[in-house]
């Protein structure tokens, strides 16, 4: 037992120093001293781009990764500009952001929602970042997206085509460019009804997680709208790389049709084992089976080979758009030029969306003239543009998502090349895949206000 | 002082000086330098050190002591993880109950995981709890979607039912708080160049490391921690005389469950978002590297460890070749581009090479972990007096 037997000297000593400890904080300032998150103080800004380095999506996020370093390069005003030649605002200048020498840090997600927003939080934290971009997850974008929500920066996302993303999980500091499964839903339910039939019975096998649920919901309300029947569906965890045991019921279950709710890695081996159990050489109900792949992309085409050839998908974006479709989808050329003349190869749709986000974030801080989140809210909030390659396109301000065409694709029959694996169907106009804001699909959610941080 | 020796009270109070001035420690170098890339003084970082300070600290309990090789104690601090933010959506986002309920949760899991696995000892019980940590793992991520959100994770909402706080208005963010108090809230102090960050949540997080490692050293200091010790010595000289050890290697196993469901709830008031990776069984296997790392069954060893990881995984990860070929600018061409292929498959993504070397080395060199390596440095200063005390230099073990 400690006895208190104080003395003169001693209680004075302490008073002191507990004096100057509750005097401290008046010294210190708080957090956000021009009223917002990481507000850029010198000559230079820097910007957060979290992408999946290694899991599933790996070269999805590689490809991001490419883009966004190109778009930075644009922004500052090195190499050809790309796509600041034909976009429609005029607002830059190439030298930076508001004259500010735009930097970036990079961090890996992992594919997993807890290293994103670890990785995310010490961007924000450590380096300063004032915007978030990347994922190619879309509990990834769904996770970060809250997160910079709470701390009053801006998530402009990349690869997520969840409905969830501008649906349920909405939020006031994210925007979205790329399409969702909504879209995609209703983009494709007519060319498959006119290539299928209308009384197809439909397998789906489902990515286990945010993506994967809306995009079965999707597709599944708009072809059975057409009179299609749903047969089953299975659910596939994320990390899963052999889809073996999930074909063999396929075949029992007297489908003629196979959805498969898949992205990245996860669909390349999903679609190489379904063509190895020799699905789509069968004939079922008397029709020939079918395998469909909800969202497509070019490196999933390169991955998968020649087991995609004549699979039908659909796309937010192709690097052949401008040549094959005209004029209309200008900014694309642009674009793949740069990347090309960069990089050896043609850009991916998630390397267009990335490069495309980042555009957008520098017009519309430049336009607002801040890089208050909110002053970005405002800049974005019913913004219609043109000349990003997807044509004239509007960014929604009810929920933060742009509206613009879809592409239905086609796995290739006869390539060219290596890089030539998809043929464009056709092309969705963007008012037949427009919803409500409150549609049942994304209802649940509320962006809320606007976060700046501080 | 607290029951405490003179030497104890000595290292309980050097940790919480640590603790106290981290953000000091963690941040020696000027913002805007070339060096600002290693400090680690961001809350969020300083955050993870201490919780998994307290992951590991309760992991020694039962490793260091006993002896007893867990693989599955990602499987507690996830459980702790859920049933915080399960309190978190349902009854408040006050971190209090949140953080109780994930000690309470844990506690009785690894009741029942202990109790099953406990009736085999060695390589069969580390096995045993490898398999219970991946089937919790499999269950949160797949089967048991409706209640840990899978894949996608689970993360407070407005529209949560949240019944000791008032309705939030629509699209508002929940913020983790102590009685108001938010866990973000932060207020910086620049002196010079220097930017020094004081967040609240660590220090709350640090002020629960400072409970969890002053509760460890009375455990170690108990006779029941000498019966823990007793167990790693010879178990079954011990059954012979009549003892039985089970009562207590139980309890071991659930107080460093109860540790790991602690730093899990901790991890939920620091960050409201649960993920079933965190359950996976290399963050089992991250937890025993960071106890070894740091030194088995010393008090302060795994703190040490758990920060060098988190250091690691946070910094070093970071370092990408745009960074490297700023720091080898200076040099010629040629030179630079050598040194950069040379040091990048180390930094960024190869961060876990680094880990592997360093614990190479550790385990080779320094079987004792960090503590040895410090006690070490610590006798060649004081060569003269131990040759005196201890003729070998060092104390025999009693076996």
């Known amino acids: 037992m400690s006895t208190f037997n104080p003395t003169r000297r001693g209680l004075i000593q302490t008073g002191v120093v507990a004096g100057a400890g509750l005097a401290l904080p008046t010294y210190l300032r708080a957090d956000g001293h021009s009223g917002f998150t ?3 103080t010198g000559d230079t800004v820097t910007l957060g781009f979290n992408v999946p380095q290694s899991g599933p999506y790996a070269d999805e996020g590689a490809d991001e990764l490419r883009a966004f370093e190109l778009a930075v390069e644009h922004l500052n005003g090195e190499g050809d500009g790309g796509m600041l030649q034909t976009f429609s605002s005029k607002a830059l200048d190439g030298t930076g952001i508001m004259g500010k020498k735009v930097q970036f840090v990079t961090g890996d997600t992992q594919t997993k929602s807890d290293a994103a927003r670890a990785s995310a939080k010490s961007m924000i934290e450590k380096d300063g970042a004032v915007m978030i971009s990347g994922g190619s997850s879309s509990g990834v974008a769904v996770a970060v997206q809250a997160l910079c929500q709470e701390a009053g920066v ?31 839903g209703a983009a494709l339910a007519p060319i498959l009804a006119a290539e299928y039939g209308a009384d197809r019975k439909a397998y789906h096998l489902t990515a286990d997680y945010n993506w994967g649920y809306t995009t079965e919901e999707a597709v599944r309300s708009s072809t059975e709208a057409l ?3 749903t047969v089953a569906a299975v659910k596939t965890p994320l990390t899963s790389t052999d889809f073996s045991s999930y074909i063999a019921p396929v075949i029992q279950s007297g489908a003629d049709v196979l959805v498969l709710n898949h992205y990245g890695g996860n669909m390349i081996n999903s679609l190489t084992n379904a063509v190895q159990f020799g699905l789509r050489d069968q004939t079922v109900n008397g ?3 079918e395998i469909i792949v909800p969202l497509y992309s070019e490196l999933m085409a390169r991955g998968a080979g020649a087991n995609i050839k004549g699979i039908i998908g659909s796309q937010n974006w192709d690097w052949s758009l401008e040549d094959k479709l005209g004029s209309r989808y200008a900014g694309t050329n642009a674009f793949v030029k740069s990347f090309g003349t960069k990089y050896g190869f043609p850009p991916s749709q998630a390397a267009h969306t990335c490069y495309v986000q980042t555009l957008l974030y520098a017009d519309a801080v430049t336009r607002g003239g801040s890089f208050n989140p909110c002053s970005v809210d405002e800049a974005l909030t019913d913004f219609e543009f ?10 929604r301000g009810d929920d933060h998502q742009c509206f613009k065409d879809v592409l239905v694709v086609r796995g290739k029959e006869n390539p060219e090349n290596e890089f030539d694996l998809v043929e464009i169907v056709e092309v969705t106009a963007a008012d037949k895949v427009t919803y409500a ?14 976060n700046p941080g501080a | 002082m607290l029951g405490l020796t003179k030497r104890d009270a000595g290292l309980l109070a050097i940790v919480a000086a640590l603790c106290i001035f981290a953000p000091f420690i963690l941040n020696p170098f000027p913002e805007g330098s070339g060096m600002a890339q290693f400090n680690a003084g961001y809350p969020d970082l300083m955050q993870r050190l201490v919780i998994f300070g307290i992951f590991a600290i309760g992991f020694n309990i039962l490793f260091g002591l006993t002896g007893y090789l867990s693989f599955g104690h990602a499987a507690f601090l996830g459980v702790g993880s859920y049933a915080a933010i399960w309190m978190m959506k349902l009854l408040t986002m006050n971190v209090i109950p949140a953080i109780i309920i994930s000690v309470l949760v844990a506690g009785l899991f690894s009741l029942l995981v202990g109790y099953i696995s406990l009736r085999r000892s060695g390589i069969y019980f580390s096995i045993l709890t490898l398999a219970f940590a991946q089937m919790s793992y499999a269950l949160a991520y797949s089967v048991l979607t409706p209640i840990t959100g899978g894949e996608t994770g689970l993360q407070p909402k407005y529209t949560d039912p949240r019944i000791l706080d008032g309705a939030l208005e629509g699209g508002a963010t929940p913020q983790a708080n102590l009685f108001g108090l938010s866990m973000k809230s932060s207020t910086e102090l620049n002196i010079g160049d220097w930017v020094f960050t004081f967040n609240a949540g660590y220090y709350i997080a640090a002020f629960v490391m400072l409970i969890a490692f002053y509760l460890s050293i009375r455990i170690f200091r108990s006779p029941f921690g000498m019966m823990l010790r007793a167990v790693k010595s010879n178990q079954q000289r011990m059954n012979y005389t009549g ?17 790991a469901g602690l730093a899990g709830g901790l991890l939920v008031a620091m960050d409201t978002q649960v993920g079933a990776e965190r359950m996976f069984w290399t963050a089992s296997g991250e937890v025993v590297i960071m106890t070894i790392l740091g030194g088995a069954g010393t008090l302060i060893g795994p703190v040490l460890g758990a920060g060098l990881i988190k250091y690691m995984e946070n910094i070093v990860s970071k370092i990408n070749k745009t960074v490297l070929e700023q720091w080898f600018a200076f040099m010629p061409d040629g030179i630079e581009d050598l040194l950069v292929t040379l040091v990048y498959p180390f930094v960024g993504k190869g961060w876990h090479l680094t880990l592997g070397l360093v614990f190479m080395l550790v385990v080779i060199f320094l079987p004792g972990g960090l503590v040895e390596g410090g006690s070490r440095v610590g006798n060649m200063f004081r060569r003269k007096k131990t040759d005196t005390d201890t003729p070998a230099g060092k104390t025999t073990p009693a076996e």
């Open chain 1, 38 to 40: 990481n507000a850029p």
């Open chain 1, 154 to 184: 801006i998530f402009m996302a990349g690869l997520t085509h969840s409905n969830d993303t501008t649906g349920k999980d909405r939020k006031a500091n994210g925007f979205r460019h790329f399409f969702n499964s909504y879209m995609s």
């Open chain 1, 227 to 229: 009179g299609w029947e």
């Open chain 1, 287 to 289: 029709k020939n089976f």
């Open chain 1, 386 to 395: 043109d000349g990003l390659g997807n044509g004239p396109t509007l960014y």
């Open chain 1, 437 to 450: 804001a409150d549609h049942p699909q994304f209802a649940g959610g509320s962006l809320g206000t606007c």
């Open chain 2, 243 to 259: 003892l039985n050890s089970k009562p207590y290697t139980l309890a071991a196993f659930v107080i460093s469950g109860m540790y």
